[in-house]
């Protein structure tokens, strides 16, 4: 005890000093000193007590023989066979059944036609949808979209000028040739008015050269009008107004353009970009998205297979009206059978994906299955009131020789033993022969010439029963398993295989 109290002294003083390298090393080697001493000691007198208690009361010592065995941990539970793959399957729209083609037990391969709806109107919509695409995607349609982008390109060709004209309006030249312009309507309007006025015609037409002289001034009148107008626009400052509308006028001639291009390209076949716009472009689109819903509503009115297997309900007939949605048939792959397990929380250690498991079915009790953990629910479940740990086993699908291949109906239910460790033909010896001299680290009596001697092991596997014995003890050793009643020694023996 005044050792362990000067140790706890010294590291005391650890905390508020430093200590020299060699004192360190002298209390190092004074607590490994005193440790093993302490086992010595404890050694010791473990073989002295024993060896008195053996001399005193020899005839209340117990024994067991170390022999040859096999150990098994394990997780035990129930579990209840269910199909490895189910499918619930259902129409996605409603209908009248008009063709069934399976029953209850059929069996089934992936993509077979299962059953119908009637289709009628599904197939008319298809029509009008296919009809409509048809429409925009003609021969005219397309040539009418190419001539589009020919007059749009004129367009743009005017606009630009247009705009050019009120840009550059200071152009002398072009101020010049309106004036021009403008001089020469004048000239001719005067000589049309004079030659008019010289008829004496009054209010009336009334004879043919009244009429073309008439004619001549009313052309002169117009061509005068239009050679001052543009002499009046060019001569003068465009107001922003005029300018901003000439802009809008060209932005509006290019976009069309863009517009009835991409609706060209996307006619021809061409990629589009995805934020291509257009009155044209949108309508294209929206026939090819009805087309599309046309023939999935077509498509829903048939139901398929998604999986080979075996069919297990059918809810409805022919004739009976079916809702969109509703489970109609389920089928399920019975190739490869699957337990749901239930096992005690208390077992949780033992259970893990990967475990071997055996399965016992309780209308097959002389049968042993074999499959692999697949599945380790990570909460609790309560099942009848209990809180149980959920999981999945799949058989194997080859079994051991002698163990047929599984035809329970699904839902039978079965005995399951998890497999978390096992050992073969290794040294067994009964756990009350065991002594823990600290975590982990053990010791066994082993009596020698009627006197117990402790032998430090090597513990591996140990269940309720037995604890496998790596080195340290040899098959045949006697041990004691204590002064008092314990186990008879037949149970080691009924257990261990020689």
Known sequence: ???????????????????????????????????????????????????????????QLQTATARTGNIVLRASGTGTLVAAVESSLGFKTSGTLTTL?????????????????????????????????????????????KLAVTTD????????????????YQNPALVQNEYAAYVIAKNN???????????????????????????????????????????????QAPTQRALDAAQATLDLDNAKLVEDQNLVTALTGGTVPASATGTGLNALNQAKLNLQTAQNNLAYTSLYAPISGTVLTVSSSVGDTINAGSVFITIADLSQSELTIYMDPL????????????????????????????????????????????????????????????????????????????????????????????????????????????????????DGTFAEIKSGVKAGDVVSTGLQATQNNTNAQAVATP
């Not at 650890?14 to 490994?32: C, E, H, N």
């Not at 020789?401 to 329970?408: D, I, N």
């Open 1 to 59: 005890m005044s050792s362990n109290g000067s140790g706890s002294t010294a590291n005391k003083e650890t905390s508020k000093r430093r200590l020299s390298p060699p004192v360190a090393w002298i209390i190092v080697i004074v607590i490994v000193a005193m440790i093993g001493g302490g086992v010595y000691y404890y050694i010791h007198s473990k073989q002295a007590s024993a060896a008195a208690a053996a001399s005193s009361q020899q005839s």
């Open 101 to 145: 083609n399976v029953q209850v037990g059929s069996q089934v391969k992936q993509g077979d036609l299962l059953a119908q709806l009637d289709s009628s109107n599904q197939q008319l919509a298809l029509a009008q949808a296919q009809q409509a695409l048809n429409e925009l995607t003609s021969a005219s349609a397309i040539a009418n979209a």
């Open 153 to 168: 390109q004129a367009n743009i060709i005017n606009a630009q000028a247009a705009l050019n004209n009120l840009k550059y």
């Open 189 to 235: 309007l005067d000589k049309a008015q004079a030659s008019y006025d010289s008829l004496n015609s009054g209010p009336y037409i009334d004879n043919t050269n009244v009429a073309a002289a008439y004619q001549k001034l009313y052309n002169a009148q117009q061509a005068f009008n239009t050679a001052q107008y543009y002499y009046s626009l060019y001569s």
């Open 347 to 462: 077992d949780y250690s033992n259970i893990k994906v990967g475990y071997t498991a055996n399965v016992v079915f309780d209308a097959l009790p002389n049968l042993t299955y074999t499959g692999k953990v697949t599945l380790i629910s990570p909460q609790l479940v309560t099942i009848s009131g209990n809180a149980v740990v959920e999981g999945d086993v799949v058989l194997d699908a080859k079994q051991v020789s002698g163990v047929p291949a599984l035809t329970l109906p699904l839902g039978v239910t079965a005995s399951v033993d998890i497999i978390a460790a096992q050992a073969s033909n290794v040294v067994l010896v009964p756990v009350q022969a065991l002594h823990e001299l600290s975590p982990n680290n053990y010791a066994v009596f082993v009596v020698v010439n009627g006197k117990p001697t402790l032998k430090i092991v090597t513990v591996g596997l140990q």
